[in-house]
Each structure stands twice: as structure tokens, then as C-alpha cells.
């Protein structure tokens, strides 16, 4: 492009789920402004803060734009793409050689499904590998979503979506979508799409132990004890059961096990469970009327119900709940999008327990383990002990549990390789660095976050700039690495060579073309392309969604499995919990800390921008006063937060959004680690979550690691 000239671009901005469509005027060959695209179908002029966080890293002095490797007495030198190459092939060939295949391991984190390039061209490596020791930011976010769909309709892709524009009445369980824009529900726009649903004369109930930006908009909100959600659709299930509310509707053609499920909640009374939930006995009975006999209404739970003690049960009683009132796959209820791209028909259906970790026995799920075992198993030895390390765009330190632990164990691998533009947390413990491309560097199409989308659309993101001679996008890094350490049969080199000459882009027009909307290789015709989705620079619109089952379950005989084995096994469990939660509710010396996301750090990275980190501390302990006072502690005042695992320092910030007994503290800080480049580390490091989150506390069912309801206790600091 001339750099002499003022240039408009449209894109969308990648850097969390709602795909929010942005105007971007460059001129003299720099961004002049980011905002946001009105023309978009999708996001209608929508934006959050962080879309000018794209310019801030494409500026960043502290982005990594050369391949590092760590010198002897700690430091970095830059080293050559293919000197880089060669030492990581080396290295990670040898420790498999000498200790087996599983000593190699590998973790993604999510910045991974935001970037059509580690889509496409990650999984090759990663089979290429062929190593058990495969991990994820999965474990620690949406597993649950997946191994429900799996089970019940065949397939971790079918995600029902909350039908949002057209729904009388939105139930959101521990989801906060006023600040994520939805999350497992891509909606930009979500204050103007809430204020809509009140407006048709919608309601809005939300649960969660926080009175969130999202309950602060809501009709009404009930503040429940963390980890109870599973209890309250047990007994909201129990109600519209035992009173004949079911109206399942053709859904029922096609559904087994739905007296199975009446015998599950049978002994889950809002009367019994009402003390553990804190949500009194007439007000869950209340809710389950009203949900029943909503014209439509969906049931959204988020991430404050998939990262607890149950989450896989309560992933799975959203579904049954919805499905019971009539509510899947029927407008404004809970609804399949029909992706440009199908990722349903090309990808595997998913499977639990194939496998199981090495040293606690935890199982994998779709090739991956949960990432809660990663130190342990690098920590452990024996046969299969981990001692090399690939990680791409992540940083477990601060994500995963007990960040101090992991730490140990990045310190003792025999080879770290950390892909990534940064030196934060966990890449300072890597032996080599390699930096990939800016997001404004490379092309851009949202595989994932279309298949999660309130309404089915398409968008592509061209590149605003050329990267440098001496810069490699992530795709020719997984394609160079796989080159050197995968399978080296003739089939495998001819789809190396096909894949790396078509790129990302000859790939992507494959896939719309032989997707939903396309009309295969005909030139002509209408269907999607590639070449049309350019020339539509806002994007398309390709509708709302529509029922499309029994066609597209996934699962053998084309059924809903209601009651799935390995989750009706898992009822006993609860059982069992609500007795001890009673107990635990009558304890006043407990607390329980909840996680809490800000708009403007949606990621540990995102830190590193002084736009986004303008104001007041925001990583601080919210407690209500009544708690504070019958502890001693003050507002403003330093506590110590402890746990079984870790203890840090945090300023203290009183409100009555909490509820009693319950602390909140934001994810993704913890930046006073030394060793790294960024400006925020000595500046604003905050404390981290996962110094206190319990490795050994997972969701057995699943391995989902608890990061909701962790038991604490507050102290004044010395």
C-alpha cells in the first residue's frame, strides 16, 4: 500500500469472541483510528475497548519480532529462523528418541481459535508429534459445553446457541455477557441486543454469586452459593417435572431416557436444596414456572457453571432443561447455527476417556488431557514423564491451577519451545522463542466463533499490512515444524506440499465452497466463495437460525440422549455434596472466591496496552461489608488471601454486589514474576487467581479444573 495516502479497511476484530466488525483508517503506512463498522450486519457499529488494543500490538516496542533462544547465563540472543528451526527439531526429536513419544508435550492456549492459521495448519503438527501428552486452555474454559454435546447429541461441535434476538426469556447462569459480549454465545452488541429483548416485552433472570453488570440489567437476580448451580437445575427440573410443565413437543420423537432423568431429580426438592443454593424454596419453584411457561425462553450458562466442582453436570441439565420445555433447536430457544464453514462434518465427533493421564488417572478427552495434570506430570517421574514442552499463544502460569506449581515444573523441562510474541510468564522459562506475525500482519476468518453465533454470518479479515522479511506467521511455523518432526511418508509430504501451496486462504475457499452456501468448484452459480466474501467487505449476512434436527445429530442412531451414562453416574456424587453443603452454608469462617472478567483484560497479554490499563486498580478482592467487618479488614486496606495451595496480597474493595461469604478477584494478572519484557510487570503486575486455584480440584467426571468456589480465607496483611 502507499505509505503517502489515507486507506479505509474493514475487518474484524479477533481478540475475543464476538467478532465485533471494525473500520480501520490507515495513514503514512500507521493506523489512524480503529472503530467500529456501522455497515456490519452483525455487529451494527458495535466496538469494546479492546479493539484498539489491535494497534497497540501491532506497535508494541515489547512484541517479539525475532527468534530468541536463552544463553547460559540466563539472558536472550536473536537467533535465524532456520537456525531456530533446526534447534527446536533437534531437541524435541532427541528427548522422544531417548524417553518415548509422550515425553513431548503440547499446550494451546486460546488465542490459538482466534487465528485461521492455527486453525488449519496446528493439528497436523500436534498428530505429528503423537504424543498422549496433548493439553489445552480447554480444560480450563468450555470442556464441559463439549463433553455434553458429545454425549447427548453425538458430536463436541454441536453447541446449542441462545437464539437471542428472538427469545421471551433468558435465564444466564455464572455468565456475565453485558462484559464478554457473550462467551460460547457470540453477540456483539449485547446492552443494545438486552435492551431489545425488554423492549418485545422479554424478561432477563440472572444467576450468580456476583451482581454483575449483567444482573444490574436484569429483571431479577438471585445471588446463589458458587458451585450450587447444578442443585437449582436439579430442582427447577424436579418442579417442572413433578407438576406436568414438560412440553418437550417433536423433540420428544426423537429423545431417549426422559423417565431416566424424572428418577434422577426426584430426591433434588427446592425445599432440600434451597439452603445450599441460598435461594429460597418458593423462588426456585417460582423460576421453574415461569420458565416453563415462557412463550420461548433459553437457559446460558458460562463459564461460572463449567469451571466449578460440577460442571459437567451442569452443562448437561442446561441442555435437559431446555429440551424438556420445548426450547432446542426451536426459534428463541437454544438453536444450532449452520457455519459457512462446517466444522461438524470435517472434524471428529469427540470422545471421553480414550485414555487416561499417567500419574492421577484423570481422563482425556478429544486427544487432550486436562491441563490440571501438566505440572504433576512433568514433576513425576517414571515411564512417560514429561520433559519437553511445545506451547503455543498460552500462558498457563497465570491461566491454569496453581501457577506456582507449573512454574517448578518449567524450570526442571529438559526443552522448552514457546511460540509466541512475548516474553511473559511462561515463555521466560522456554529455551527458544518463536515470534509469529501481528494480527494486522495476516488474514483473518473466524472458524470457531461463526459456529457459536446468535445469527448465521460470514466475514474475512485481509491483512493491513506486510510483515517484515525476516517474519513468519504462525501457519508457516506449524508447517516448517511439521516438515521436520512429523511422519515422513510420501502421503503425509503430499499433504504438507498441498496444504502450505494453497495456505490459508486457498484452504478457507475450499472450505466455503464445499460448505452449506457454497456450490462446490463451479465458477459460476452464486454459492460462497472466498472471491465473494472479499467483495463483501462488511460481511454477509446469511440469516437467522433455523431447527435443524434430527438431521444434524451426530450421534448413531440419530436420537438425544437425555440421560447419558457417565453423567446419570455422577448424580450420587451430588447427592452426597448437598448434604455436606448444607453444613458448609452454616459456616461462617468459609469463604469461597469466584473469578471475574473486565472488558479491558480479557487477556493476561492485553495488560501490556496503557489505554486499556488507564484508571483506578482494578485487580482487587471484592468482599461485602458484612464479611469485612466480622473479619477486621477495612476497604482499601492489603489482605492476604489464602488457600490450600498459595497465599498472595491483594488491595481490598468493599461492595454489596457480593454475596455474603463470597470474594471475587479478576483473572489474568500476576505479572510481578521476574524474567519478563513487559512494561506492565513493573508498572500494574495485580495478583494472580491461579496461585490459590487447587490443581488437585477438578471435575472428575470430565477434568474440568474448579476455578469457581475455591475455599479461601482472608487475613490482614502483615
Known sequence: MSRSRETTHYRACNLCEAICGIQIEVREGRVASIRGDREDPFSRGHICPKAVALQDIHEDPDRLRHPLRRTKDGGWERIGWREAYDEVAARLRTIQREHGRDAVATYLGNPNVHNLGSMLFGPPL???????????????????????????????LLLPVPDLDRTAFLLVLGANPAVSNGS????????????????????????????TETARLADRHHFIRPGADALLLMAMLHVILSEGLERPGRLAEFCDSLDTVRSLVADFTPERVAPATGIAAEEIRSLAREFAAAPTAVCYGRLGVST????????????????????????????????AVDLVTSTGRGRLGTWNSRVRGLPEYGGELPVAVLAEEILSEGPGQIRGLLTVAGNPVLSTPNGVQLERALESLDFMVAIDFYLNETTRHAHVILPPTSPLEHDHYDLVFNLLAVRNTA???????????????????????????????????????FNAKLGPR???????????????????GGGLSLGRLERSVHGLDLGALKPCLPGRLRTNDRRIELAPQELANDVPRLLKDLEASVDAADDRDSLLLIGRRQVRSNNSWMHNFPRLMRGKERCTL??????????????????????????????????????????SLPHGWGHHRS?????????????????????????PVCGSAVLSGVPVRVEPAD
Open 622 to 663: 471484592l468482599m461485602h461489608p458484612d464479611d469485612a467487618s466480622r473479619l477486621g479488614v477495612a476497604a482499601s486496606e492489603r489482605v492476604c488471601l489464602v488457600s490450600r495451595v498459595g497465599r498472595i496480597e491483594v488491595p481490598l474493595e468493599l461492595s454489596d454486589e457480593m454475596m455474603p461469604g463470597v470474594v
Open 675 to 699: 524474567g519478563t519484557q513487559l512494561a506492565t510487570a513493573e508498572k500494574t503486575p495485580g495478583a494472580s487467581l491461579n496461585d490459590l486455584t487447587d490443581d488437585q480440584s477438578v471435575d
Open 506 to 524: 486457498g484452504l478457507l475457499d475450499l472450505g466455503l465452497r464445499f460448505g452449506p452456501y457454497g456450490t462446490g468448484l463451479r465458477a459460476f
Open 459 to 497: 466475514k474475512y479479515s485481509p491483512a493491513l499490512f506486510s510483515p517484515g522479511p525476516d517474519s513468519r506467521h504462525e501457519w508457516q511455523i506449524f508447517s516448517e515444524l511439521d516438515s521436520r518432526l512429523g511422519d515422513g511418508s510420501l502421503k503425509r509430504r503430499l499433504t504438507r506440499w
Open 184 to 211: 460460547m454465545m457470540t453477540a456483539p452488541g449485547m446492552l443494545r441486543r438486552l435492551e431489545e429483548l425488554r423492549k418485545r416485552g422479554g424478561r432477563l433472570v440472572v444467576v450468580d454469586p456476583r451482581r
Open 308 to 339: 466449578q466442582i460440577f460442571g459437567g453436570l451442569c452443562q448437561w441439565l442446561v441442555n435437559v432443561l431446555n429440551i424438556v420445555t420445548g426450547n432446542l433447536d426451536n426459534p428463541g430457544g437454544a438453536m444450532f447455527t449452520k457455519a
Open 126 to 156: 500436534w498428530r505429528g508429534l503423537r504424543t498422549k501428552n496433548r493439553f489445552s486452555a480447554t480444560s480450563v474454559d468450555q470442556l464441559p459445553h463439549h463433553v455434553a454435546a458429545t454425549l447427548m447429541f453425538g458430536h463436541k
